[in-house]
């Protein structure tokens, strides 16, 4: 299938000259996390995000020349496996679709993608990530605070008894900051300069969670991609994990040869790539056997302005997703210990099902 068969046609763009106030009304309103920035011709510039204003001392008065981020682009005639690892590889939740000359003629994002695809039996089990979540009572502010320190995008709100009570995501935020209200000053920045944030809970802002229980096909959460950007995975009422599309659109990336692929986004140095990639193959045939069927694994990078870098990865199998977070002054350094706590998790649930079957047989031996 061709992206020009999935793509949006009729796609919302902002300029350079744009403020960030406006690109969060926009994102608010059409409930959308990223949009495009074109030039006056409607040549492609490149993307802004949601997640990097709130997660930066941006004013809401900036123009957006100066937060563009730049990214590779789709042809028409490019096909949906490439639309996906480039998805995935990016870190983006949608690239641009452009003709020759660099115009915008579209955008396909990860829930068109997750439309196109057959999960055929797997479950949200094998690709939900960890739930991190918020109480209610706690402030926007400490809210925010959370997410950029666990470098997420939402958080399932839980009550005093731990119970799911709703989500909290970007675009709930962006639809604050985005009203006009008092500023404690004039150079009020985003990230916590909005009068009277610290006093709106979570509570107060938060939506209705759409649940689903383990076990859920993932084929039936198509629908929901469609309407909504998460569902929280309970058990008993409580949030044990959450998936997306992008958790599902990385279970159907191609391998080759039937074995693992290493995906990696915003690691933008070649020699790292390199030998980080070489170091992630060594392990995954190291770890082969212990989980089942490793699929794939997918490392994100960030920089952060300490000068810091951090690594986060989901290793997927075909038992679940393995996730871990490793900080390092350099890639490589964050890579090496990555590598050592995801081999500390995988020791542990690896003997964690060991005990288990053991116990399954001598609890057989004395039936």
């Known amino acids: 299938m061709k992206v020009s068969e999935i793509m ?12 960030i106030a406006k690109a969060l009304h926009l994102m608010a309103d059409r409930s959308i996390n990223q949009i ?31 937060y563009i981020i730049k990214t590779s682009a789709l042809s028409r005639d490019d096909d949906i496996e490439k639309a996906a690892q480039l998805i995935i590889g990016s870190g983006n939740r949608a690239m641009p679709v452009v003709e020759d000359g660099g115009g915008l003629v579209g955008i396909v994002s990860e829930t068109d993608l997750v439309s196109t695809a057959d999960f055929g039996h797997a479950i949200v089990d094998e690709v939900m990530s960890g739930a991190i979540v918020i109480e209610e009572n706690t402030s926007l502010a400490d809210a925010i605070s959370k997410m950029r320190r666990y470098n997420i995008s939402r958080l399932p709100v839980i009550n005093t008894k731990g119970i799911l009570h709703g989500t909290l995501n970007m675009l709930d935020i962006a639809k604050i900051i985005a009203t006009p209200r008092e500023r404690t000053s004039k150079s009020a920045a985003i990230s916590g300069g909005t009068a009277g944030i610290k006093d709106v809970k979570v509570k107060d802002i938060a939506r209705r969670a759409v649940s689903v229980e383990r076990g859920t096909k993932l084929n039936v959460m198509v629908d929901n991609f469609r309407r909504n950007e998460e569902a929280i995975v309970v058990g008993d009422g409580r949030p044990m994990g959450i998936v997306t599309a992008k958790d599902a659109l990385e279970l159907v990336l ?9 995906h990696m986004a915003h690691l933008e140095d070649g020699q790292d790539r390199i030998e980080i990639q070489e170091q992630l193959t060594r392990f995954l045939q190291k770890i082969q056997g212990k989980l089942g069927d490793v699929r794939s694994i997918v490392v994100y990078a960030d920089k952060h302005k300490t000068r810091k870098y951090s ?34 998790r995988i020791k542990s649930e690896h003997s964690q099902r060991v005990q288990n079957r053991q116990r399954r047989e001598s609890v057989r031996k004395i039936g």
């Open 8 to 19: 949006v046609t009729d796609v919302v763009t902002l300029t350079s000259e744009d403020t």
């Open 36 to 66: 495009p920035v074109v030039d006056e011709s409607g040549k492609y510039l490149g993307m802004i995000s949601a997640k990097q204003f709130i997660s930066s001392t941006a004013q809401p008065s900036s123009k957006l020349r100066g």
């Open 254 to 262: 191609p391998k080759k040869n039937n074995e693992p692929i290493i």
């Open 311 to 344: 690594l986060r990865t989901r290793l997927i199998t075909s038992n679940g997703v393995i996730d871990a977070k490793a900080v390092g002054y350099d890639p490589i350094s964050a890579s090496k210990e990555l590598i050592a706590r995801l081999d500390r």
